[in-house]
């Protein structure tokens, strides 16, 4: 006669909690009893190398038995079973663990290191539910004479039977539901899926898990010979998983082959990855990674669908897909997984809490990616170079992120061309390479290395000596401007501010000239008032007769960026119009004003349209400039 106890819980209301909320993902169930079932094999292993009582053996195995006839799916296993009490405490009461109360008893030992345990939390075994009417456990403890049979339907009582004859183990049948409009729970029936499932979830379990499955084998004729055509089902005990991840063996025991292939075959890539970083750490948080950059990103690598993350283990156990907290922003395009006893799990493995040890181990992993790269870019500048093609800006972005909160860690990962340099350089050869008298690290931005090499605010600086990095991308001042300075050197634009580049008697000169030219560069700032807020002699032009350039704060390159971004508020910088004094359109439009010709004001708005053009931004009406061109050239060719 089955004795029917209920939970010691308000087991039917948290039932359906878990069922129907907590998990969300059904599937997981396989995951959920497969790895109870590894825990109670861990546990008969090591109870059984301190009890004489238990049997020594290596033979362990889970073994998973479809009928499609009962519509039943089994989890079979030949771990240490479950005494009646032991049957009552974690079954029969939720979120209560043999394994977690296991552990607990083996808290001061010393060969605690010995024992792998993933199952903390009952409520596993409760997700079959997810799947199944009905649950049937069949187990016997070696400490027990007797073996049971625990029933339960998910509701507020359950009940447990004595039963003969039991082997040692434990066996998880699952009565499936039936099917409804949108559930096909016969799925979990299929061999294929059945298949599917431990290869996602279970592959790295130590212990076999084999299936008896069915084959298609050539027929044989009287003498043993293939009959063309025929073909005859029969049925083989496979095992489905690998048992032994290639992250778990010794770093010096895997070869590069090794795991490029893994990467291949786990990623779909048909190419190598750029690099590997293979990181064992054993201290405070223990864990394994295997970390890939890919040899060129995804093509949705920036857009808002994409997902980073790396992929999530606990012993061997898939927890996740994507766990975006291992992973920083800028180190999105990186692919791999991570493996530790330590994350805190919540109560379904399903869903991982925030903990400070996912913090340190994403801390760390980050770490050690940004070291590979240093090394890399140090032994193996080629290598880094192809990198930096497909990720640099990944790596300035990273500069930027968080108001420049890791700029010191990545800064010496950055590299540039220059004016002097078509290969790339560091900010530290930058650095050795710098004239002793030579102030700042000069930067400046353009589309091309070609259009910034045109670039009249160049002039003073190449007559200097000095080298220009040269920066294209969008995200490039953003960079520079957090970045702010490297090693004691303040980084400035060529485009932006005062750059001191003159001789004091030069200055004196340059002073004095422009004071004389004030009503000019009044007249001048007064015609183009809604689009500059000064209009002054350079002392940085001295081929070119005119620039634009901008004051501190919001850079023309920034302008230009933050105008193709989605925002509503389109800040601009703050523009100063730079005349070359020694150029002859100076004296041209100074004789304009002299003579208080008309033509003034015409000269004024087409030396600051000219300016745009060579800044790269859009004119505001091409039609007036066209107009205003053809005009000049009529005029200059019209006999006087």
């Known amino acids: 006669m089955a004795e029917v106890r209920e939970f010691k819980t308000e087991s039917k209301r948290l039932l359906d909690l878990m069922i129907n909320s907590i998990y969300t993902n059904r599937e997981i169930f396989l995951r959920e009893l497969i790895s109870n079932a590894s825990d109670a094999i861990d546990r008969y292993h090591y109870l059984s190398l301190t009890d004489e009582r238990l049997p020594k053996t290596n033979d362990y195995e889970i073994f ?11 989890i079979t296993d030949n771990g240490i079973g479950m005494t009646y009490d032991e049957l009552i405490d974690s079954l029969g009461t939720i979120a209560k663990s043999g394994s977690l109360e296991f552990m607990q008893k083996l808290k001061n030992k ?52 004595k039963v003969a004859d039991l082997p040692v183990g434990t066996t998880v049948t699952l009565y499936l539901r039936k099917n409804g409009k949108e559930e096909n729970y016969d799925e979990f029936l299929e061999e294929y899926n059945i298949r599917r499932l431990v290869k996602k979830y279970s592959d790295y379990i130590r212990y076999p898990i084999r299936m008896k499955v069915k084959k298609s084998v050539p027929k044989l004729d009287d003498e043993g010979k293939p009959v063309s055509g025929k073909y005859d089902e029969v049925e083989e005990i496979e095992t489905l998983n690998s048992m032994t991840p290639i992250w778990k063996r010794r770093k010096a025991d895997v070869t590069e082959e090794e795991l490029n292939d893994f990467y291949r075959q786990k990623y779909f890539d048909a190419n190598d990855p750029i690099a590997t970083i293979f990181i064992n750490v054993e201290g405070a948080v223990n864990y394994t990674a295997l970390v890939y950059i890919p040899k060129k990103p995804p093509y949705d690598l920036y857009s808002e669908r994409y997902e980073k993350g790396l992929q999530l283990y606990s012993k ?22 991570v493996d530790s006893s330590d994350f805190s799990l919540n109560i379904s493995r399903e869903i991982l809490q925030k903990s400070k040890e996912l913090e340190k181990i994403a801390d760390n992993v980050e770490k050690k990616i940004v070291s590979r790269l240093k090394d890399m870019l140090k032994n193996e500048r080629e290598k880094y170079k192809e990198f930096w093609e497909a990720y640099g800006v990944n790596i300035k972005y990273g500069v930027y992120d968080a108001f420049g909160m890791k700029k010191d860690l990545l800064k010496d990962l950055l590299i540039f061309r220059s004016v002097n340099q078509d290969d790339h350089i ?38 200097q000596g000095y080298d220009v990095l040269v ?16 090693e004691g050197k303040k980084v400035k634009s060529i485009n932006q501010g005062d750059l001191d580049l003159l001789s004091k008697e030069d200055e004196k000169k340059l002073q004095d000239l422009s004071e004389d030219k004030k009503p000019l560069l009044d007249q001048m700032k007064e015609i183009l008032k809604d689009k500059v807020t000064n209009v002054v002699l350079s002392k940085r032009l001295t081929e070119s007769p005119v620039c634009l350039v901008s004051e501190e704060g919001i850079s023309l390159e920034m302008e230009k960026v933050i105008a193709n971004l989605p925002h509503q508020d389109k800040p601009k910088a703050s523009k100063v119009l730079e005349l070359n004094p020694n150029h002859p359109v100076f004296t041209a439009i100074e004789n304009l004003y ?46 006087s």
């Open 426 to 463: 560091t900010l530290k050869d930058y650095l050795e390479a710098m004239p002793r008298e030579q102030e700042y690290i000069y930067y400046t931005s353009g589309k091309t290395r070609e259009q910034v090499l045109a670039m009249p605010q160049m002039d003073i600086v190449k007559k």
């Open 64 to 74: 998973i038995s479809l009928d499609k006839k009962k519509r039943t799916l089994s």
């Open 110 to 161: 010393t060969d605690k290191e010995a024992i792998d345990i993933i199952g903390q939390f009952g409520v596993g075994f409760y997700s079959a539910f997810m799947v199944a009417s009905k649950v049937e456990v069949r187990t016997k403890s070696p400490f027990s004479e007797d073996g049971y049979l625990f029933t339960s339907s998910g509701t507020e009582t359950y009940a447990i039977d």
């Open 316 to 337: 061997g156990v898939f927890i996740m897909e994507k766990c975006k907290e291992l992973v920083p922003d800028y180190l999105r395009f990186i692919k791999g997984l």
């Open 594 to 639: 002299n003579a208080n010709d008309p033509m003034f004001d015409e000269f004024a708005k087409l030396l600051y349209d000219q300016a745009l053009l060579i800044e790269g931004f859009p004119l505001e009406n091409p039609a007036e400039f066209s107009r205003k061109i053809s005009e000049l050239m009529i005029k200059a060719v019209k006999p």
């Open 471 to 486: 920066l294209t991308d969008d995200i490039d001042e953003f960079a520079m401007q957090v970045l702010y300075e490297y």
